[in-house]
C-alpha cells in the first residue's frame, strides 16, 4: 500500500480450522469465494477509512462489506490480495448458535437492503451464492464437504428468512 497509492484496501483470503465437520464445511465453502463479491478487504488506508466514515455502524447485515465498497467508491483498488490468511478458530462451531446469528442478520437485513440496494441483492442472491459453488468442478470433489454446504446455505437462508419475516411482523 506504501509503494502504490491507488491501492485502498487488501483482502486477506480467510480460512476456518477446527477438527468439528462444520467447520471443516465452512472452511471448504470460505474457498470459493475467492475473486468473487462475497469476498472483501479487510485491511484499509487509515487516512481512507476515516475520509469515507469508516464502518456503517447502523448496518448489521454484511457490514464489513460496505467500508471496501465506499473506499472502491472514491476511485481506489480493494481488490488486491495478499497470501497471508485470516484464521477463524471454531473449534466449538454450533451450529444452533449459527442460525441464531443468522436469524439476527436477517431482522437487520431490510436496512442494508434499503441503503445499498442493487450491491445488497447480489450480496444477498441465494442464487447467486449457489452459482459460486455449483459452477466450479472442484465443489464435486469432496461429497461429504459439498452436502456440507449446501444444507448449511439452506438453513443459513432460512433462519436469516424468518428473521427478516420477524423484523416485519415487529415492525407492523
Do not use: C
Not at 506504501?2 to 477438527?19: A, C, H, L
Not at 437492503?113 to 455449483?134: N, P, V
Request: hydrophobic content about 35%; proline content about 2%.
Amino acid at each position: 500500500m506504501k509503494n502504490d497509492k491507488g491501492i485502498g484496501g487488501i483482502i486477506i483470503p480467510e480460512k476456518s480450522i477446527g477438527n468439528s465437520s462444520w467447520t471443516k464445511v465452512r472452511d471448504f465453502e470460505r474457498s470459493f469465494y475467492a475473486g468473487t463479491e462475497i469476498e472483501s478487504a479487510r485491511f484499509f488506508k487509515k487516512d481512507l477509512a476515516k475520509k469515507v466514515n469508516g464502518f456503517d455502524e447502523d448496518i448489521i447485515f454484511f457490514e464489513e462489506t460496505i467500508l471496501p465498497q465506499k473506499i472502491e467508491s472514491l476511485g481506489y483498488n480493494v481488490k488486491q490480495r495478499i497470501k497471508a490468511e485470516i484464521l477463524h478458530h471454531e473449534e466449538n462451531f454450533s451450529l444452533w448458535k449459527w442460525l441464531k446469528k443468522k436469524f439476527y442478520y436477517g431482522k437487520n437485513a431490510s436496512k442494508y437492503k434499503e441503503k445499498f440496494g442493487e450491491y445488497a441483492d447480489k450480496q444477498m442472491d441465494i442464487f447467486y451464492r449457489f452459482s459460486i459453488f455449483l459452477k466450479n468442478k472442484r465443489f464435486y470433489s469432496k461429497p461429504s464437504l459439498t452436502l456440507g454446504v449446501i444444507i448449511l446455505k439452506i438453513l443459513e437462508y432460512f433462519s436469516a428468512g424468518l428473521g427478516y419475516l420477524a423484523s416485519k411482523v415487529k415492525s407492523d
